[in-house]
């Protein structure tokens, strides 16, 4: 019997969506589920809010990290975007490196490609397939959410937020408390304020 497909929708720069995406790894070892990454873009999502010059500066590094992937992706199929993904974001967020071509270049040669592909970081012709990836996701959602996005089946949900990720049948528990709620139509929201940032370990 086939896996049940999962779609995933991540952007690099965001700590909330890794910590996500590493939960779901764990989900893919206990539970009958297949991931499919997809690009999702903090910076088209914000491209029209109100938000501080501090932050939109911070976003254009999110197109930066997008880009790359969607070159890897133009020059080696989907099957790439996981394994950069995670080299380019455990940089980020556990190494702390800047975002830039030498973290990129670092990444690129961890997961077998040319360091060159870095210069895709300005290539603004990528844009259109990750603003395709991004309204993928968004439409299914809405657009009053961020990353992560999650799609299964016909339900799909923005998170779930969560620090630390859970391992083994523990993260296999919230993955099946999550689907079942988000799979009632007229569901939409649990929240409650958050107390600690992402824990990596």
Known sequence: MAKQKAGFWFDPLCPWAWMTSRWILEVEKVRDIEVEWNL?????LNRDKDVPAEYKEKLVRSWHCTRVIA?????KGSSITLPL?????SRIHLQKMEVGEALFKEALVEVGLSPDLASAMHDQTLDAVIIESHERGIKMV?????TPIIAIGDVAFFGPVISPAPKGEEAGKLWDGVVGVAS????FEIKRSRNVGPIFD
């Open 85 to 89: 993904y995670t080299a380019i974001s």
């Open 184 to 187: 009632y139509p007229g569901f």
């Open 40 to 44: 999702f873009s903090l910076a088209h």
């Open 142 to 146: 809405g657009n009053d959410v961020g």
């Open 71 to 75: 070159a890897a992706i133009k020059e």
